[in-house]
């Protein structure tokens, strides 16, 4: 199921990219037409990027400090022109959702290691949140918790116990306050619901996640 999810919220990002993307390439017709001296920036500053590549491969560093005079210079000229034209800094730049990881929902770790992005775990916590079917905590929590739809009957034939289901019920109850409460101590044990389809084991859970997250 993790993967599932994860490989879909991937094709999400790999689509937003993509779209982003295509919107700037966009914008960059529009300005270009409009103002063809930036096109001409972006042009040297493609070449300058590649012969500074070049230079750095043949060693010819005496070079280098003439060509990232030249690039300095017209990244200054190209601010300038969009300053002037009353558009922000990054308007020739694609506008990411995620300016971190720029849509990948992946980031470079010493230029050697990816990491996921906090805006993909984030985004793979609300996925298993919403599919784990406790997202009624505003519904179904202890507050709306009616014992009185339990039966009083005793009938240890049919119920298989010694108590009433009322009583069964409250005993739970107490059961999950009682180890919410004492959630942090590493001595308590677990809980673990089990049983047919229909018994409302969702139900329990979303109890007991309702009162952790309100002692949090």
Known sequence: MANEILYSLLKEY????????????KRKKALYKEIPRLQQIEDDLNNFAISTAKNILLHKVSSLDVLQQKIESLKYEKASILQNSMLPPNYLEPYYECCVCKDTGYILINHSKTQMCSCLKQKLLDASFH?????NLDKENFNTFNENLFSDEIDVAKYHFNISPKQNIKNIKKKCIDFIENFDDANVKNLLFTGNTGLRKNFYVQLYCTRAFKKR
């Not at 689509?15 to 390439?25: M, P, R, S, T």
């Not at 599919?131 to 997202?135: H, L």
């Open 14 to 25: 790999e689509q937003k990219k993509l779209k982003k993307e295509l919107d700037l390439e």
């Open 131 to 135: 599919k784990s079917n406790i997202a």
